[in-house]
């Protein structure tokens, strides 16, 4: 029997899950940076997003590289999408859906709100 080569060609990401107030988060990185970010309740459904959105690649399981991508993106927090609002102020249209954006939103209030009176 002959064993297969492996693909030198495909693309390896490494990922990781977390918890967070938005949900689960998975984020992926490839030796370029961040390669993808999916938030949502369920960890295996964020791994087949993964496998999706990256067919063919080879995934490997690394929160320690992961989160030196996630240090060195510097446009991670420059476009700030969740803050973006309808001209009549209410919330709508988020990737991550509307629910999300709306605790995202709500959470950056009492932060701002709690440094405003300490």
């Not at 791994?47 to 991508?69: H, I, M, T």
Request: with cysteine.
């Amino acid at each position: 029997m002959i064993e297969p080569t492996p693909d030198t060609t495909a693309e390896t990401l490494r990922f990781s899950h977390a918890n967070a107030a938005l949900g689960t988060l998975l984020v992926a990185a490839s030796v370029r940076g961040v390669a993808a970010l999916f938030i949502g309740d369920d960890r295996m459904q964020r791994v087949r997003d993964l496998q999706s959105a990256f067919p063919g690649a080879r995934l490997f399981a690394s929160a320690q590289e992961v989160g030196a991508a996630c240090a060195a993106n510097r446009i991670a927090v420059a476009v700030p999408c969740q803050r973006v609002v309808k001209a009549d102020g209410s919330i709508s249209g988020y990737r991550w859906g509307v629910q999300r954006k709306r605790r995202l939103i709500n959470m950056e209030g009492v932060a701002l709100w709690s440094s405003i009176c300490a």
